[in-house]
């Protein structure tokens, strides 16, 4: 479909209404899930949603209406709502928030994709799951085996008032299996790949890397053989963290606190705000010297890769992390330009009837030049841990706890035994710079997590977090099961 | 778009089926929220939108489509997608025919025009007046004000047919001083009911009154819980009453029911039509929702059903099915808890040390069986000394079961409605012996 004389009548509606600037984006998402559970398909879903979101900028102030209505009479009322709603905020402003962006562009993005899911039949789809799953089911003591798959197309086309034209169209796909172990008085999880599955920009490629049908035996044994494993023990631990646990670290404790609407208190009441506040920059000694956390928007697979954000921005490289040291942030134009900056293109919204704001996009922790297995060498007494079970940190991003759904323990340089319900907690800079190891690029990966939560009214963001298993020195290890 | 609108679109989607059974539900919604920072608007949005959803059953396999494409090509195509899908699918032996329905009443107050109705100017007004709460004081605030109406319509080809519309509305402030902050919050289906002076007052005492911030020590303490903090921690029980985790194993009550589980003060029901958030009286499969008693007296007595897991587990159908698919089960959407008899200011004048907490914030499962949650306390954490708040106190984390929260607790004897996003409960505010922290902040 075709949307320019549509838009141009947006653009020029808003325009006479009072606006200084304004930008309409058409999207057109399709999602597609199937999710196998205890041995039947639980959901065969296909979803399909149209529409556009126009914003205006009146006076410094912004406006953002939505709509699905794609008559032109619904066009008109959705730009002079856009404007309505920008003069009404216009109107109590005790200070100028929004700036018309800097540059115009006219350019396409399409994700490349190796195989078209859709080329793979339905009934072959489903059938890898049910496999998937089925195998899960090792023990009469697994409750619930769940296999699933995401497909999701996003086809947009955003137009401004300073002559940008972009055209993307965005393939992302995920796949993952999880089982339920009940027994011993407890219950057990343990999913794979990572915490959440594998989510990746791309097509069928991604489904067939996640490698489901062949983990899935050993996932459901290693969820029984945790009923019965012994209680992570509770003290300080030298730890090591497996790479889709610190890529959690890395989303919950350097990606959000770097979003700079986070740190100029536009998230204060709902997400929170941020400890790497603007006089910092330069300054805060993050990390220790291997830590180097980059975005990185153009990353081939990197389920945030995109050509251009939701304001038009090109996507680019750009640091938060450097050597240890708070060197950037995640940027909009607006808050870019209140630091003197350019935007490094970390807006997204997650649909159509949603307002563009900074979110994590990929955020990378650079790989160290250890071998995985010489990571636990040198420790004498401590903890393995590996996918996520339970997550919280709080509204400065600073006093965090995270719990994994396995854990080892490490005796003299060696993976000793299978430890349940391990837990650890720190303070962000404290932990980053207690960091004295990172594997090599051999065990570097990029973890997609595609439910990240943010803004009112709530958007559901895709981020990725390359990583790999790092060490951490000296690390509060039990707590919430006595330590 | 109105009710008679919407069950006109319904019934033309479920004309084109040709499956077995068909379900068709059709949403309207319209969502409008003015956000503001440092006491001046940010993002100032509005949304609306129409989208259909057709659930096919074809023998005992499903599938499901949706689209908000109403055009009469996009709508058979639609319906095609989800008979095609479902023909695709295995056997599920356990699938029941669709419920047929029955008679059902939005409760009074669900629906009001003046919320409905509502302006971008309104909305400016309201928050206006909590810019100049923030001002009286020299403090900043964050926040929003949002107005929203829905509109549900489900019809199937067992006969069902339901129909609500329901609006809803809201404030949130966080009041922000040099070294304390205070949070408070209204929610009501009628936007003239909530009054922006009071709440941004209120948040603005509470910013005042936890300055200064001083250390305390982790480890038990006696704390009371306002409403948006209980509310909060209660709502990671919710899924415990859902059948499916009842069946699975992974709800503390899956041991059965008639057992005492909590407090003999606790009492809990799920009750759609409390007068403090009228709701849907359906479910999303056209079942009347029950209001259910889930524990009385500490004592378990029921968990919540859809038409699924009453036909598996040989239960009533108690109408909490979610929107199709649904991979979560049946779950209890309107949580009630029966307030106490002493008022909040008895409950604090009674402690002779203790913690009063506005809001808590990032809390999650640790342990699901045990229904160990960790979280941090955030905007107004207060010392009780002797009966009496003596200032401000630093955020600490907890690390605590809710289980023993309500077997070792006092309610107090108001209800609020609390939420966020993702829930909505009627709770009072609780006051919790022995409540664990396990570490501090420097805020």
């Given at each position: 479909m075709n949307f320019d004389a549509l838009a141009q009548r947006a653009l020029d509606t808003a325009t006479q209404r009072g606006g200084r600037y304004a930008d309409i984006r058409f999207e057109t998402d399709r999602s597609e899930r199937i999710e196998a559970r205890n041995g039947v398909v639980a959901t065969l879903s296909d979803s399909t949603s149209r529409g556009y979101g126009i914003r205006a900028l009146v006076d410094g102030a912004w406006g953002f209406a939505a709509s699905s209505d794609l008559t032109e009479a619904g066009i008109d009322r959705t730009a002079a709502r856009a404007v309505e709603i920008a003069k009404a905020g216009a109107a109590i402003a005790r200070r100028r928030l929004g700036e018309t962006p800097p540059r115009a562009y006219t350019d396409t993005f399409a994700t490349p994709v190796r195989r078209d899911p859709h080329d793979v039949p339905l009934g072959e789809r489903v059938r890898l799951l049910l496999e998937a799953e089925k195998a899960l089911h090792v023990s009469p003591q697994i409750s619930v085996g769940r296999a699933w798959m995401d497909l999701w197309s996003i086809d947009k086309v955003f137009y401004s008032t300073i002559g940008s034209r972009i055209e993307q169209s965005i393939r992302q796909t995920g796949s993952g299996i999880e089982t339920m172990a009940v027994g011993e008085g407890d219950v057990q999880t343990r999913t794979f790949p990572g915490d959440i599955g594998l989510y990746k920009s791309g097509g069928w490629e991604i489904i067939e890397e996640a490698q489901l049908r062949e983990n899935a035996q050993r996932i459901g044994e290693e969820a029984v053989a945790l009923l019965k494993a012994p209680q992570c023990p509770s003290g300080t631990f030298d730890i090591i963290l497996g790479g889709s646990q610190v890529s959690l670290q890395i989303h919950e404790s350097c990606g959000h606190p770097a979003e700079l609407d986070r740190v100029m208190g536009w998230e204060a009441n709902f997400s929170g705000v941020s400890f790497l506040e603007i006089e910092q920059l330069g300054k805060l000694k993050y990390g220790s010297d291997i830590v180097t956390i980059v975005i990185d928007n153009t990353l081939p697979q990197g389920l945030a890769t995109i050509g251009y954000d939701d304001e038009g921005t090109k996507s680019i490289t750009s640091d938060i992390i450097r050597n240890g040291m708070l060197v950037g942030y995640e940027m909009s134009n607006d808050t870019a330009r209140s630091i003197g900056r350019e935007s490094n293109a970390c807006v997204r919204s997650q649909s159509w009837e949603f307002v563009p704001m900074i979110r994590m996009c990929n955020l990378n922790l650079l790989p160290g030049d250890t071998p995985f297995e010489n990571l636990f060498d040198d420790i004498k007494d401590g903890i393995y841990m590996e996918s996520n079970r339970s997550w919280s940190i709080d509204d400065h991003r600073l006093n965090f706890q995270f719990g994994c759904e396995m854990g080892w323990e490490i005796k003299n340089g060696k993976r000793g035994r299978l430890l349940k319900n391990p837990t650890y907690a720190g303070i962000t800079p404290q932990f980053w710079n207690s960091c004295d190891a990172i594997a090599d690029k051999h065990s570097w990966k990029a973890w997609g997590t595609p439910n990240c939560g943010k803004g009112e009214p709530m958007q559901t963001g895709r981020t990725a977090q390359c990583a790999a298993p790092a060490r951490f020195r000296n690390v509060r290890v039990g707590v919430g099961y006595g330590g | 778009m109105d009710s008679a609108r919407r069950e006109a679109l319904a019934q033309r989607v479920l004309a084109l089926s040709g499956a077995g059974q068909t379900e068709v539900m059709v949403h309207s919604g319209r969502n409008e929220l003015t956000r503001f920072t440092r006491n001046a608007v940010h993002q100032n949005v509005a949304e609306s939108d129409v989208s259909v959803k057709v659930r096919a059953i074809v023998g005992k396999r499903t599938g499901v489509a949706s689209t908000n494409l109403t055009d009469d090509t996009e709508l058979r195509s639609l319906v095609q997608r989800a008979i095609e899908m479902a023909k695709l699918s295995p056997d599920d032996p356990g699938l029941p025919s669709m419920p047929a329905g029955g008679a059902t009443q939005a409760p009074p107050g669900a629906y009001v025009r003046e919320t409905a109705t509502a302006s971008p100017e309104l909305r400016a007004q309201m928050c206006d007046t909590i810019f100049k709460a923030a001002e009286e004081h020299d403090y900043w605030c964050a926040g929003f004000v949002n107005t929203s109406e829905a509109g549900v319509t489900i019809v199937n080809s067992s006969g069902a047919r339901a129909s609500f519309d329901g609006t809803d509305a809201a404030v949130n402030v966080k009041m922000n001083a040099t070294d304390s902050t205070g949070y408070a919050e209204g929610w009501d289906n009628d936007v003239t009911r909530l009054d922006a002076h009071a709440i941004g007052k209120l948040s603005s005492l509470k910013a005042r009154d936890s300055a200064y911030p001083r250390g305390v020590e982790p480890g038990e303490w006696t704390v009371i819980l306002e409403a948006a903090a209980f509310g909060e921690l209660f709502t990671?029980?919710?899924?415990?009453?859902s059948a499916q985790s009842f069946d699975e194993g992974s709800s503390f009550l899956s041991d059965g029911l008639d057992k005492q589980y909590l407090g003999r003060n606790v009492t809990i029901v799920d009750d759609y039509a409390h007068p403090l958030s009228p709701g849907m009286p359906f479910d999303y499969e056209a079942q009347p929702t029950q209001r259910i008693g889930l524990v009385e007296n500490g004592v378990a007595k029921n968990v919540v059903t859809d038409s699924y897991w009453a036909n598996k587990l040989n239960?009533?159908?108690?109408?909490h099915a979610l929107p199709a698919p649904n991979a979560y089960g049946p779950q209890a959407l309107h949580l009630v808890v029966s307030p106490g008899s002493k008022s909040i200011n008895e409950l604090i004048a009674e402690t002779k040390r203790g913690l009063l907490i506005t809001r808590f914030w990032y809390i999650r499962t640790v342990d699901q069986k045990k229904a160990i949650v960790t979280g941090m306390t955030r905007d107004g954490t207060f010392l009780i000394e002797n009966g009496e708040i003596s200032g401000g106190v630093r955020n600490m984390r907890f690390n605590h079961s809710i289980l023993e929260a309500l077997n070792n607790c006092e309610f107090a004897n108001a209800l609020h409605r609390t939420g966020s996003y993702s829930y909505s409960v009627v709770v009072p505010a609780a006051k919790i012996e022995g409540f664990r922290f396990s570490s501090g902040t420097d805020f």
């Amino acid at each position: 479909m075709n949307f320019d004389a549509l838009a141009q009548r947006a653009l020029d509606t808003a325009t006479q209404r009072g606006g200084r600037y304004a930008d309409i984006r058409f999207e057109t998402d399709r999602s597609e899930r199937i999710e196998a559970r205890n041995g039947v398909v639980a959901t065969l879903s296909d979803s399909t949603s149209r529409g556009y979101g126009i914003r205006a900028l009146v006076d410094g102030a912004w406006g953002f209406a939505a709509s699905s209505d794609l008559t032109e009479a619904g066009i008109d009322r959705t730009a002079a709502r856009a404007v309505e709603i920008a003069k009404a905020g216009a109107a109590i402003a005790r200070r100028r928030l929004g700036e018309t962006p800097p540059r115009a562009y006219t350019d396409t993005f399409a994700t490349p994709v190796r195989r078209d899911p859709h080329d793979v039949p339905l009934g072959e789809r489903v059938r890898l799951l049910l496999e998937a799953e089925k195998a899960l089911h090792v023990s009469p003591q697994i409750s619930v085996g769940r296999a699933w798959m995401d497909l999701w197309s996003i086809d947009k086309v955003f137009y401004s008032t300073i002559g940008s034209r972009i055209e993307q169209s965005i393939r992302q796909t995920g796949s993952g299996i999880e089982t339920m172990a009940v027994g011993e008085g407890d219950v057990q999880t343990r999913t794979f790949p990572g915490d959440i599955g594998l989510y990746k920009s791309g097509g069928w490629e991604i489904i067939e890397e996640a490698q489901l049908r062949e983990n899935a035996q050993r996932i459901g044994e290693e969820a029984v053989a945790l009923l019965k494993a012994p209680q992570c023990p509770s003290g300080t631990f030298d730890i090591i963290l497996g790479g889709s646990q610190v890529s959690l670290q890395i989303h919950e404790s350097c990606g959000h606190p770097a979003e700079l609407d986070r740190v100029m208190g536009w998230e204060a009441n709902f997400s929170g705000v941020s400890f790497l506040e603007i006089e910092q920059l330069g300054k805060l000694k993050y990390g220790s010297d291997i830590v180097t956390i980059v975005i990185d928007n153009t990353l081939p697979q990197g389920l945030a890769t995109i050509g251009y954000d939701d304001e038009g921005t090109k996507s680019i490289t750009s640091d938060i992390i450097r050597n240890g040291m708070l060197v950037g942030y995640e940027m909009s134009n607006d808050t870019a330009r209140s630091i003197g900056r350019e935007s490094n293109a970390c807006v997204r919204s997650q649909s159509w009837e949603f307002v563009p704001m900074i979110r994590m996009c990929n955020l990378n922790l650079l790989p160290g030049d250890t071998p995985f297995e010489n990571l636990f060498d040198d420790i004498k007494d401590g903890i393995y841990m590996e996918s996520n079970r339970s997550w919280s940190i709080d509204d400065h991003r600073l006093n965090f706890q995270f719990g994994c759904e396995m854990g080892w323990e490490i005796k003299n340089g060696k993976r000793g035994r299978l430890l349940k319900n391990p837990t650890y907690a720190g303070i962000t800079p404290q932990f980053w710079n207690s960091c004295d190891a990172i594997a090599d690029k051999h065990s570097w990966k990029a973890w997609g997590t595609p439910n990240c939560g943010k803004g009112e009214p709530m958007q559901t963001g895709r981020t990725a977090q390359c990583a790999a298993p790092a060490r951490f020195r000296n690390v509060r290890v039990g707590v919430g099961y006595g330590g | 778009m109105d009710s008679a609108r919407r069950e006109a679109l319904a019934q033309r989607v479920l004309a084109l089926s040709g499956a077995g059974q068909t379900e068709v539900m059709v949403h309207s919604g319209r969502n409008e929220l003015t956000r503001f920072t440092r006491n001046a608007v940010h993002q100032n949005v509005a949304e609306s939108d129409v989208s259909v959803k057709v659930r096919a059953i074809v023998g005992k396999r499903t599938g499901v489509a949706s689209t908000n494409l109403t055009d009469d090509t996009e709508l058979r195509s639609l319906v095609q997608r989800a008979i095609e899908m479902a023909k695709l699918s295995p056997d599920d032996p356990g699938l029941p025919s669709m419920p047929a329905g029955g008679a059902t009443q939005a409760p009074p107050g669900a629906y009001v025009r003046e919320t409905a109705t509502a302006s971008p100017e309104l909305r400016a007004q309201m928050c206006d007046t909590i810019f100049k709460a923030a001002e009286e004081h020299d403090y900043w605030c964050a926040g929003f004000v949002n107005t929203s109406e829905a509109g549900v319509t489900i019809v199937n080809s067992s006969g069902a047919r339901a129909s609500f519309d329901g609006t809803d509305a809201a404030v949130n402030v966080k009041m922000n001083a040099t070294d304390s902050t205070g949070y408070a919050e209204g929610w009501d289906n009628d936007v003239t009911r909530l009054d922006a002076h009071a709440i941004g007052k209120l948040s603005s005492l509470k910013a005042r009154d936890s300055a200064y911030p001083r250390g305390v020590e982790p480890g038990e303490w006696t704390v009371i819980l306002e409403a948006a903090a209980f509310g909060e921690l209660f709502t990671y029980l919710s899924d415990h009453f859902s059948a499916q985790s009842f069946d699975e194993g992974s709800s503390f009550l899956s041991d059965g029911l008639d057992k005492q589980y909590l407090g003999r003060n606790v009492t809990i029901v799920d009750d759609y039509a409390h007068p403090l958030s009228p709701g849907m009286p359906f479910d999303y499969e056209a079942q009347p929702t029950q209001r259910i008693g889930l524990v009385e007296n500490g004592v378990a007595k029921n968990v919540v059903t859809d038409s699924y897991w009453a036909n598996k587990l040989n239960r009533p159908n108690t109408g909490h099915a979610l929107p199709a698919p649904n991979a979560y089960g049946p779950q209890a959407l309107h949580l009630v808890v029966s307030p106490g008899s002493k008022s909040i200011n008895e409950l604090i004048a009674e402690t002779k040390r203790g913690l009063l907490i506005t809001r808590f914030w990032y809390i999650r499962t640790v342990d699901q069986k045990k229904a160990i949650v960790t979280g941090m306390t955030r905007d107004g954490t207060f010392l009780i000394e002797n009966g009496e708040i003596s200032g401000g106190v630093r955020n600490m984390r907890f690390n605590h079961s809710i289980l023993e929260a309500l077997n070792n607790c006092e309610f107090a004897n108001a209800l609020h409605r609390t939420g966020s996003y993702s829930y909505s409960v009627v709770v009072p505010a609780a006051k919790i012996e022995g409540f664990r922290f396990s570490s501090g902040t420097d805020f």
